[in-house]
């Protein structure tokens, strides 16, 4: 019976996923994905409370994903644990997720209510994974450390943050192509924020694949609950 | 006759930035707007076409008191001539300016919404005047000459749009402060992207105020036209 709710959530959460990439947030509703899925409507309130709740799940699983895709090309990278080049592979999956794009961009508001309503408390379990990150790689000599942790992590999020919304007020075709963009950023990182140039960066990749591993929140709402 | 327009579309601005900042502009109406500049609903329609009309003006008023409080602050300061000092002295501003917060945060959408309503000609010409301003920072050595100027100039648009748009995903609460933050872009900045050290800033103050003072655009839509 669990396993099936597993797999019952999971086809919900990919029907809700091509819904909200195509046609937004907003206009996705229950109906549509109960639709998709091939389920009835009161199959998908037996996986999750709320439309709200899909959503949740979802950018939970996006994020697991994403998370999963930089691993394996920081560990395919040779120079992969580098802080430009964490950074760059982590930025090239998010550009390429066409359900975070569509989030980020058309449904900003929607998100934004979203985190709102959670209050700081719901953001904070990821900043302190990244304060974490950044003060390991600290350690490990791959950022300088005359910069305090926090205003880093800060810094790093604003520019992920400003390459997705960026879409929405200058539009894609306005921008340059996104390699230029991710070479700009990398060069920028490398020499404001990266250490010691003689550090090792299989120290970061470790870095890196350690905080991936740990699960980022225990605030117990992050992960879709099988109730079928 | 002429004159008394522009008066009067100026009161229009103001009681338009003092409720799109307190209350958004989606809940602004054209009569809250007249209501508050103490004129008839009437007499906002001879000054402007419709409520976008009035926000177009806004963020061009904007946009250039913007670039004053940023030139006085670059021309104030001994370094104020580094991509980094004129960056943080643009940032400061921005973020000190409730009208843009506003906009840029709870009412990103309308923005979005607007500016890709025009197109990307409409963004072009603030683009071409970003890239004219790192080609000339680049041939004072003040901006590294190995990076292209197109990207250098998306990269720093995308900062700005992060640190304004970040707010509505984290939260103020959760960042933190301001200070620490711009200390950290500017390290970032100062390391990744100037050029040689050596480099005069006295020509980098100069770059700036010759751009902030070349009109952004030709387009003849970005001045309020009074026609009472």
Do not use: N
Not at 53 to 64: G, K, S
Not at 66 to 75: G, I, K, P, S, Y
Not at 84 to 105: F, G, K, V, W
Not at 181 to 193: C, K, N, Q, R
Request: aromatic share 6%.
């Amino acid at each position: 019976m669990v396993r099936a709710g597993i797999e019952r959530a999971g086809r919900i959460l990919d029907a809700a996923a091509g819904l909200i990439a195509r046609y937004g947030y907003d206009k996705t509703s229950v109906s549509d994905i109960a639709r998709t899925a091939g389920i009835a409507k009161g199959a998908v309130y037996q996986e999750f409370a709320s439309k709200e709740a899909v959503l949740e799940a979802l950018l939970l699983r996006q994020t697991h994903r994403l998370a999963r895709t930089t691993t394996e090309a920081v560990t395919a990278d040779p120079q992969g644990g580098r802080l430009s080049a964490i950074y760059r592979h982590a930025l090239e999956a998010l550009a390429a997720d066409p359900l975070m794009r569509a989030l980020y961009t058309a449904d900003s508001q929607t998100l934004g209510d979203l985190v709102r309503g959670y209050g700081p408390e719901r953001y904070a379990p990821r900043q302190r994974w990244a304060v974490a990150f950044v003060v390991r790689m600290q350690e490990a000599g791959l950022i300088r450390t005359d910069l305090d942790a926090q205003s880093v992590a800060h810094v790093l999020a604003i520019i992920s943050t400003g390459l997705i919304s960026i879409e929405s007020t200058v539009g894609s075709e306005a921008a340059p192509p996104l390699e230029s963009t991710l070479d700009a950023v990398a060069a920028l990182l490398a020499g404001g924020f990266e250490g010691d140039a003689d550090a090792d960066p299989t120290e970061g990749r470790r870095a890196f694949t350690d905080f991936i591993a740990t699960p980022l929140s225990g605030d117990g709402t992050q992960s879709p609950e099988p109730t079928g």
